[in-house]
């Protein structure tokens, strides 16, 4: 047991950042698609696996009038993508049960952000929904 648990303790905590111009990018695109949801997907540097340089928006996909609006099949085989980001037009950037079934099933990374749209009314959570941090680079 004991072993289990200091293996568990060593694990190491990335930290996650996103490009300051991708992050404006995600709430220009949830201002403009308001009063519906805007979701996109995150894209990380090659060389920098924790620091999210792109979005990426399905085609229509763009906005929805409701929660898991994004068609998953339509997934290229990308390795660069991480996960997913939407809107919420509410101002509780808390995940939805199917928000949480949604990151558990894609991807390392999700953001939430929330009405108004600005550097703090959005949130970043785990594949489990467990809120983490990410700094803006
Ligand atoms: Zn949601």
Same mark, same amino acid.
């Given at each position: !047991?004991?072993?289990?648990?200091?293996?568990?303790?060593?694990?190491?905590?990335?930290?996650?950042?996103?490009?300051? =111009?991708?992050?404006?990018?995600?709430?220009?695109? /949830? =201002?403009?698609?308001?009063?519906?949801?805007?979701?996109?997907?995150?894209?990380?540097?090659?060389? *920098?696996?924790?620091?999210?340089?792109?979005?990426?928006?399905?085609?229509?996909?763009?906005?929805? *009038?409701?929660?898991?609006?994004?068609?998953?099949? !339509?997934?290229?085989?990308?390795?660069?993508?991480?996960?997913?980001?939407?809107?919420?037009?509410? #101002?509780?950037?808390? #995940?939805?049960?199917?928000?949480?079934?949604?990151?558990?099933?894609?991807?390392?990374?999700?953001?939430? /952000?929330?009405? #108004?749209?600005?550097?703090?009314?959005?949130? /970043?959570? *785990?594949?489990?929904?467990?809120?983490?941090? !990410?700094?803006?680079?």
């Amino acid at each position: !047991m004991g072993f289990f648990k200091r293996k568990k303790q060593e694990i190491i905590k990335h930290e996650w950042k996103i490009k300051k =111009k991708c992050l404006d990018l995600i709430l220009e695109c /949830a =201002k403009s698609s308001y009063p519906k949801e805007f979701g996109g997907l995150l894209r990380v540097d090659t060389s *920098d696996k924790y620091t999210i340089i792109e979005l990426v928006v399905l085609p229509g996909t763009i906005s929805g *009038d409701s929660h898991a609006i994004f068609q998953l099949h !339509m997934l290229p085989i990308d390795f660069s993508i991480v996960g997913t980001v939407h809107s919420h037009p509410s #101002p509780v950037p808390r #995940p939805s049960e199917a928000d949480l079934h949604l990151f558990q099933k894609h991807g390392r990374v999700h953001i939430i /952000a929330a009405y #108004p749209f600005n550097e703090n009314s959005w949130k /970043a959570y *785990d594949y489990n929904g467990e809120e983490i941090e !990410m700094n803006i680079v």
